[in-house]
Nanobody
Framework: QVRLVESGGGLVQAGGSLRLSCAASGRTFSYYSMAWFRQASGKEREFVTFISWSGGRTYYADSVKGRFTISRDNAKNTVFLQMNSLKPEDTAVYYC????????????????????WGQGTQVTVSS
């Protein structure tokens, strides 16, 4: 089992940056693939980005490609999401997720692929 706690959300102006963190409990964090999803008010939860257990593979949604960067520090049981050039449409609750298997991109973008979720952190981008 792994427990996930997100932090780093807040209010930022358009064009600004935020860095989200997701701290994981448990000694087997390095065995887990990780992802970030987000859910805007009144919308479905959507995939943002993925990182493999080793950090060697990453994927991004087209809407954030070139602006967001996912990384992880397995020694600190933490995954990060660096968000630059933020837009008002990035406003959402951001969730990190973990899974102990690695399959394909088609699986990673599916909400129900991920077995472990954090509580989420609010990101609000003002125009």
């Amino acid at each position: 089992q792994v427990r996930l706690v997100e932090s780093g959300g807040g209010l930022v102006q358009a064009g600004g940056s935020l860095r989200l963190s997701c701290a994981a409990s448990g000694r087997t964090f390095s065995y887990y693939s990780m992802a970030w999803f987000r859910q805007a008010s009144g919308k479905e939860r959507e995939f943002v980005t993925f990182i493999s257990w080793s950090g060697g593979r990453t994927y991004y949604a087209d809407s954030v490609k070139g602006r967001f960067t996912i990384s992880r520090d397995n020694a600190k049981n933490t995954v990060f999401l660096q968000m630059n050039s933020l837009k008002p449409e990035d406003t959402a609750v951001y969730y990190c997720a973990a899974a102990k298997t690695e399959r394909s991109y088609r699986d990673y973008v599916q909400y129900d692929y991920w077995g472990h979720w954090g509580q989420g952190t609010q990101v609000t981008v003002s125009s």
